[in-house]
């Protein structure tokens, strides 16, 4: 497996250009320059890193570091501290989650861009369940991620970035965002609708995927879950879940695909070994 894993890395690593970037978009293309690193979507920059991340790249590679350092001085809004695409999906909790994750994984402790990201989130994210909750801050106008409804990828990517960030560099403001983004999650019983316990709330939120970019599976969230030790009843029927998908021989199948720049991570309805890793780790955790 560990192989078969770097030779996939090296791959990845073969394809960046001259700047030791991956996929750029063009100066007359329409998202130029905003969206650069960020589109082409799953091929960019950004998710090139992401994907480097999920395979279990070197965390030291140094091949790293120019990269990572030129997103995140490319993302990040002064004014605010935080990562954004400008005026588009202001504030996007799902980017800076994912930025937390790849500073958090790649380095030994998370920069100022990370920590004053997560003062802002920690102060302004929502998690409203259908309604508002809480009433409305002035962020509240962008409804992708803060409508009556609180994106639900947007707190499972803050969670994420935060399991990667050290014990001893949580605040207490950190400590209470992680509660409240755990106490969300937990209220959907992962992937489940808060209304309807039957209903899986996220189209496709039950077919495994690698790797998770944005919309990731209930994998995913089950793992951030493990690496946070939480432990709760409400994690049942997932791992419920989780145990029927397993083959015979231990296994689990990739059941959805995502169109990135690396085929080789594996075909669709077919085991997965990068899927069957955290399966197992999570079944194994939670005794499941």
């Known amino acids: ?35 650069l690193h960020y589109v082409p979507n799953y091929r960019a920059t950004l998710w090139t890193l992401i994907l480097l991340a ?36 202001f504030p996007i909790p799902c980017l800076n989650g994912n930025m937390l994750f790849l500073d958090g994984y ?15 989130f920690a102060k302004y994210q929502r998690f409203d ?3 508002y909750e809480t009433p409305k801050n002035r962020f509240c106008t962008n409804k992708s991620c803060y ?26 403001s950190i400590q209470v965002l992680r509660s409240k983004c755990i106490d969300f999650i937990l209220k959907h019983q992962i992937c489940y609708s808060s209304s309807n316990p039957e209903r899986i709330m996220i189209n496709k939120l ?32 997932a791992l419920k879940l989780l145990k029927s998908k397993q083959r015979k021989d231990g296994s689990f199948e990739l059941e959805r ?17 990068f899927i069957t890793e955290r399966a197992t780790e999570v079944l194994n955790f939670y005794n499941a």
């Open 257 to 273: 695909t995502m169109n990135n720049m690396i085929t080789s991570v594996g075909s669709i309805n077919l085991p997965n070994i």
């Open 147 to 172: 409508g009556k409804h609180t994106c639900y990828w947007g707190v499972v990517k803050l969670l994420k970035g935060i399991s990667f960030i050290p014990e001893n560099y949580r605040t207490p």
């Open 129 to 131: 369940d259908g309604t």
């Open 106 to 120: 790649f380095n030994t402790y998370p920069n100022e861009k990370s920590l004053q990201l997560l003062d802002f």
């Open 206 to 237: 039950d077919l495994l995927t690698f790797p998770n970019f944005y919309k990731g599976d209930f994998l995913e969230i089950l793992w951030i879950l493990k690496r946070e030790n939480v432990h709760s009843e409400k994690l049942n029927p």
């Open 54 to 89: 999920e395979l279990k790249c070197a965390p030291n590679d140094e091949r790293i570091i120019h990269p990572l350092k030129t997103i995140q001085n490319h993302f990040f809004d002064h004014e605010h501290k935080i990562y954004s695409l400008k005026e588009d999906h």
């Open 1 to 35: 497996m560990e192989e078969k894993r770097q030779h996939i890395i090296d791959k990845i690593f073969a394809k960046r250009n001259k700047e030791g970037l991956w996929k750029l978009l063009p100066e007359n293309h329409k998202y130029y320059p905003d969206y």
